[in-house]
Each structure stands twice: as structure tokens, then as C-alpha cells.
């Protein structure tokens, strides 16, 4: 599920993991910008691309391991079909409820459980 939702979304790797499906609820009043997105390159940071090689070769540390590398097969455009993305300029971490509905986007049997109950 991260694979496609970063392919779609055009969320290079290392800007985010997406490694959850998070629902939150808005605790105020907001207003957004909904339209289509520009596609992105696989890595914002070449720096950490070559990390991913290195990895990828063995040579690479534990602590490199971040930001979703290991498990990251995708093109190298994220985001080249027409997809579109909702922005909320300003929001902030106390804007926001959780509501504890957070799952690993890697758990297959959670997600189908929770989207198909």
C-alpha cells in the first residue's frame, strides 16, 4: 500500500515513510487547496539515493536504513498518471484528532479488516 499511495501521491522517499494510514478529524475550522500535483523524481536527496545503492550492495550501515529505502521498488517519476492532493495550509499537530485509527500500510489482513468491515 505505501508503494502505491507514494507513487500516486508523488512522495519522493525520502520525505516520508508512509508507513501508517492515519484518519484524523480537524479539531478547527480549515480551508485547503485541492488540485493536481506536479510529478516527482523517486529521491528529493541523491544523497540518500546512493545510500539505497549502497544498501542495496550490502555496504550500507543500519543507520541508513530509513525514510522507507529498503522496501522501495518504484519507477524513477513518482506521480506521472493524473492524481490529486488536498493541502491545508498552516495545519498543526493540535489542529488535529487521531482518534487511534493508525495501521500499518504494510498489515494487508488490518487494512482489509478496517476498510471492508
Known amino acids: 500500500m505505501s508503494a502505491m499511495a507514494r507513487y500516486m501521491s508523488a512522495v519522493p522517499i525520502d520525505w516520508n515513510e ?8 480537524l479539531k478547527v475550522t480549515a480551508s485547503g487547496f485541492w488540485g493536481t500535483f506536479a510529478p516527482q523524481e523517486k529521491w528529493h536527496d541523491k544523497h540518500k539515493q546512493n545510500l539505497a545503492v549502497e544498501m542495496s550492495r550490502g555496504r550500507a550501515t543500519p543507520a541508513s536504513r530509513t525514510m522507507g529505502i529498503k522496501d522501495a521498488v518504484l519507477p524513477d517519476e513518482l ?10 495550509p498552516g495545519l498543526q499537530e493540535e489542529h488535529i484528532s487521531r482518534e487511534n485509527r493508525v495501521i ?9 479488516a478496517y476498510f471492508f468491515a
Open 104 to 112: 500499518s500500510a504494510h498489515d494487508m489482513v488490518a487494512l482489509q
Open 79 to 88: 506521480g506521472a498518471l493524473e492524481a490529486w492532493q488536498f493541502y491545508i
Open 18 to 25: 508512509l508507513d501508517n494510514y492515519i484518519e484524523i478529524s
